[in-house]
């Protein structure tokens, strides 16, 4: 029994613990970091939803030769339409900005031809 209680056991310092856990922390940190980068540059549905329904309005302002309102609000995304000085072919211009929560989350601009409505 005396030989049991004189044997050292062995095992880690508090320090030596302590130091294992900053390297994870730094590790996990850097990682998440990472990680965050990518999905922000990353292409997202949000994207590609807000990019579709920016040219469907743009086809409908085509087809119609009408800007609907100068503001329009789908999804919580705040999509403002305006009618820019002539482009390229002597067409006006219509300048789509797609913004949520103030972050501008894409544009698109495109030639329409109101002439050919304002004829008929």
């Known amino acids: 029994m005396v030989k049991l209680i004189r044997k050292k056991l062995k095992g880690s310092t508090l320090i030596e613990v302590l130091i ?13 970091q990472v990680f965050s980068n990518v999905m922000q540059t990353g292409v ?8 579709n329904q920016m040219m ?18 789908i999804d919580s995304i ?5 009618i820019g000085a002539e482009g390229a072919a002597g067409l006006p211009q219509l300048e789509i900005s ?5 972050q501008k989350l894409g544009e698109l601009k495109c030639l329409i031809n109101q002439q050919q409505h304002e004829e008929n």
């Open 78 to 82: 705040a999509y403002e339409l305006k």
């Open 98 to 102: 797609a913004t949520q929560a103030g």
């Open 44 to 51: 997202s549905f949000r994207n590609i939803k807000v990019q």
């Open 56 to 73: 469907a309005i743009a086809q409908e302002v085509r087809e119609t030769g009408v800007v609907p309102q100068e503001t329009l609000v």
């Open 20 to 32: 294992a856990m900053v390297i994870i922390v730094v590790i996990f940190t850097i990682a998440m």
